[in-house]
Every structure is written in C-alpha cells, then in structure tokens.
C-alpha cells in the first residue's frame, strides 16, 4: 500500500509557541504550572504536559493564589486577564499571535463606529475570547443563512474579522454575502488569515487527487482537524478522523491502494508515525511525501522565558 504524507501538516508556529511556553514554564519554575484549558486541541499533548506537572482547569478559580498561570492558545476574554489581575496571577500569554492580531483588529473596527461582525463557530474558546475582547457588541455568523438573518440596517457601516481556524476557502461565500448585503463594510486583508489553516487546507486538496482515502489525525474537539476531514470528503475521498494508530479500522482500507494522511494544527508527528504504524500492521507500506509549502515562520516566546 502506497501512503502520502500531506506537506505541511501538523504542528503550526502558534502551537509550537503555546506547548514551549508551558514547558519552559515547569522547568523556570517547577511545577505545577496552571493553565487555563487546554493548552492546545490534543488529548496526547495535554496528557505529556500533565506528566510534567501541568495542571489544567476551565476557570481561574480553580488556581491556587500566586500559582503561575498559562492562557492557552485560542485567547481568552478581557474579563479572565482582569480577573488574574485582580488576583495578582503571575501570567504567561500563550495565545497565538493570529488570534492577538484578529483581537487587535475587532478593537480597531469598533474605535472606529463600525457594527463588528465574526466569522467562527459558536462555543469555540477562540471565538469567546475574540468576543470578549472587542469592547462592544460583536454579531457572530456561521453561516451565510446567518448572514441574511442579520438585523442590521444596509447602510450601517460594518466591519467583519475571523476565526483563525477557518481558511480563505471557509470564509469566501461568507464575506461575499456579507459585502453584498452591506454598502460599508471593511474586512481584514485576505493575507490576514492564518496562513497554517489555509497550507493545511490546500495540502488535503492536493493529497486529494493521489489517494483513495484519507486519515486526518487529530482530536474530535479540534475545529481545523476536523475541516480537514470535511474537505476530504467534500472532494470525494472516503475520510476520517482519528486520534492515533489504535483508531484505524481496516476496514475503511479494503479497496484502498493509496492512502493519504495528514494532522490538524494541534497534532504531533509521533501520532502520525503511530499511525503509519498501524497500517504496517495490516501490510506491507511505501511512505512519501507530497510536495507542498514549506513553513518557516516562529513566533517569539515571552520574554519573561526568555530571561534568567
């Protein structure tokens, strides 16, 4: 059996910041370290950063006083960073610098007068930060069904910014409906949305054509893991996703002489290899990459880890 491994996959620059943070955190200051949901979409990743003496919790009451304190990289709202203020939390801000600058930009349209409108999915902890953190109200869309269901004047001047974990592709019909419905509207630059969500997209798409099924490892919570799925199957390919080599099913393999595997943003490679190993397991397997877009970027650490 043939597998192709999709290029890039995996690991985004953001991630690799938000797992390093917590790591440098535990070996600067022992543990615990505490930090406020999960740290990234990934089971395998929360539970090595346990064995390391993490501690993760949903609310910040559940932090002992003083304790060093880590917000994951989805963001959180204004009101979790005042109230780790208010208890004197010494915090480390593991949250993505794409998801500071889509905050940054909401902040901007609304010092502007502009009705703030947000792409992303309802529930998602990125999504709650973003809203969160504009200071005013913020319209959330997921759909252009929402779009139309809008109450809100044509004329009134409106301005739209994105969930990261959404790609060009995923946005496209909802800014189109919203930049038909509204006569002022403005929108971040198309080379604002996160470049990881969109190489990974746009490798499924090529991986696609060479294969008859594709494996996306990934967590079930994980927003991008599963539009990976979602796009293989929209495109043709019998996809599915799984959290490591223990979930594969043989048989989604019975016809199959190629298969494709990739990994959502928040996926480690060891999980890939796991699941490589798996296959090996049913038979015999040649393992090549597809050509696809090199990632270079890295994001710099705080600088309260980067000093003594």
């Known amino acids: 059996m043939e597998v192709f491994l999709a290029q890039p996959r995996g690991f985004c620059a953001g991630v690799v910041r938000a797992i390093e943070i917590v790591e440098r955190a535990l070996a600067k200051y022992g543990p615990p370290v505490y930090v406020r949901h999960e740290i990234v979409h990934n089971k395998y990743v929360v539970e090595s950063l346990k064995k390391k003496g993490a501690i993760f919790v949903e609310d910040l009451s559940e ?3 003083r304790a060093v304190t880590v917000f994951s990289a989805h ?4 009101s979790v960073e005042e109230e780790a203020e208010a208890r004197d939390l ?3 801000n593991a949250t993505c610098p794409l998801v500071t600058k889509v905050h940054n930009q909401g902040k901007r349209y609304i010092s502007k007068g502009r009705a703030l409108i947000l792409i992303g999915h309802a529930g998602h902890p990125e999504v709650e930060g973003t809203m969160g953190q504009v200071p005013g109200p913020v319209f959330l869309v997921q759909s252009v069904q929402d779009v139309a269901e809008l109450r ?7 301005a739209y910014i994105t969930q990261t974990t959404l790609s060009v592709d995923d946005t496209r019909d909802i800014i189109a409906s919203l930049q038909a419905k509204f006569t002022d509207i403005q929108g971040p630059d198309i080379r604002d949305i996160c470049y990881a969500t969109q190489n990974r997209q746009s490798a499924v798409r ?4 060479l294969v008859d099924v594709i494996l996306v490892v990934g ?12 796009i293989g199957t929209e495109v043709g390919v019998a996809s599915y996703l799984i959290a490591d080599g223990s979930e594969l099913n043989p048989d989604w393999l019975k016809d199959a002489k190629a298969v494709g595997i990739t990994a959502g943003a928040s996926a480690p490679e060891v999980l890939v290899d796991d699941v490589i190993e798996a296959l090996r397991r049913i038979g015999p397997v040649s393992v090549s990459v597809v050509p696809g877009r090199e990632e270079n970027i890295e994001f710099r650490l705080p ?6």
């Open 152 to 158: 809100l004047p044509t004329n009134t001047p409106v």
């Open 90 to 92: 010494p915090v480390l």
């Open 63 to 65: 932090v002992p006083a």
């Open 219 to 230: 967590a079930a919570n994980s927003s991008n893991s599963n539009r990976l799925r979602e």
């Open 303 to 308: 600088a309260e880890l980067t000093t003594g």
């Open 206 to 209: 090529d991986l696609s054509k």
């Open 75 to 78: 963001g959180v709202a204004r």
